[in-house]
């Protein structure tokens, strides 16, 4: 061997070292870096479920929120429809309401009229009649009795009442 340029004594020192440092790292180390890589491993593989588990459930809580969302716009369009609704209802009271008050205006302005007239009407015959009795009273001078002078006038009254 010497030929080749090995040193026996060497080479077996060599080898002797090497499978006393593989030993030794056989025992010592590499359990431990193997344990360290598996732990790694293992954390590496329980992030990504957890990442997936997390985006799983990110993407549940978006449909449940946009579900809501959606629930709570539908509810304000039909609030918002049922608010319409009402104001018109009320819209309608609220004319109904001054139509019935108009009517009852033009009734009560209606009847006043007809009892002003009456009343007018009334006045009038009155008038007409102190007029015919004065007239009367003229016409004879020395005037008639009471019972008689009102019977002229109803008499009167009838026959303008009738005209």
Known sequence: MAALGLNLNYLLSYIVNFFLLYFLLKKFVFPAVSQMLEDRKKRIAEGL???????REAEEERKRLMAQLEAERAEAQQRVAAASAQAEKVKEDILAQARREAEAIKTSAVEE???EKQRILAEAHKQIAELAMLAAERVVRKGLDEKTQHQIIEDFLSQVSLN
């Open 49 to 55: 479920t957890a990442a997936d588990a997390a985006r």
């Open 113 to 115: 009229a007809e009892a």
